[in-house]
């Protein structure tokens, strides 16, 4: 079974600085789809980013990056010049085969001004 | 266009009810998920339709769950004799085919059970 791990319950950061964001997951598949969510206090679930395992190449989306390590089933999350809304909760999930995600337990990130 | 909408944003019921949670998907999407999220934790998977076939209902907790969707595009939730333990909210998403991967989710609903 996969699961997905994120060991950063919180997260703080100043308002334009850099901070990346931890998940590590396991599975047993060779091609997947992993993603980074965003969740503001309104309940939506907002797609920040994504990845597909077989691409090399890091994701990139303005301000939003990942770090994708598929050897050590890595797959973390780097904001640069943090805004206030950035501040969320970010959940990194992985696609099965059925495409059903499975979620981490995310990690609270405040954005301090 | 208009995104994955959820009906009603909030419920409150007893223990012992029935609910239904409504999810409408976005327009011409044929993949349907349904996920239950606890307080302070990830969603976590209850059940997938392709079309109006459930393609995996291994995430229902157990046979008080029960979603359809009739006609590929509306789905209900439907759970039977509320318990207390059933307090979370409920996320829908929609995926727009077979071949596309990114799931949009809607607002959720939040279920209270007294």
């Known amino acids: 079974a996969q699961t997905v791990t994120q060991s950063q319950p919180e997260m703080s950061v100043q308002e334009a600085e850099t901070v990346t964001l931890s998940c590590t997951y396991d599975t047993s598949e060779s091609n997947y789809y992993l993603f980074w969510y965003k969740q503001p206090p309104s309940r939506q679930m907002i797609l920040v980013i994504r990845?597909?395992?077989?691409?090399?190449q890091n994701a990139t989306e303005n301000r939003f990056s990942v770090n994708f390590q598929k050897a050590a089933k890595s797959f973390s999350l780097k904001i640069s010049d943090s805004q206030l809304g950035d501040t969320a909760m970010y959940f990194c999930?992985?696609?099965?085969?059925?495409?059903?995600?499975?979620f981490g337990t995310g990690t609270l990130l405040a954005v301090q001004p | 266009g208009a995104g994955v909408s959820q009906t009603p944003s909030n419920k409150v019921t007893e223990k012992g009810k029935y609910v239904e949670l409504r999810c409408d998907p976005i327009?011409?999407?044929?993949?349907l998920y349904w996920y239950r999220q606890s307080l302070g934790q990830g969603p976590e998977f209850l059940i997938y339709?392709?079309?109006?076939?459930?393609?995996?209902d291994s995430g229902l907790p157990n046979d008080r769950f029960f979603a359809v969707r009739p006609e590929g595009s509306v789905s209900t939730l439907k759970i039977q004799r509320t318990e207390r333990g059933d307090s979370a909210v409920y996320l829908c998403?929609?995926?727009?085919?077979?071949?596309?991967?990114?799931?949009?989710f809607g607002p959720g609903t939040r279920l209270t059970v007294l």
């Open positions: 999930a992985f696609m099965n085969p059925l495409r059903e995600l499975i």
């Open positions: 990845q597909e395992a077989y691409k090399q």
């Open positions: 339709f392709q079309g109006t076939g459930a393609a995996d």
């Open positions: 998403a929609s995926r727009e085919s077979a071949s596309t991967d990114t799931q949009y």
């Open positions: 327009s011409g999407h044929t993949a």
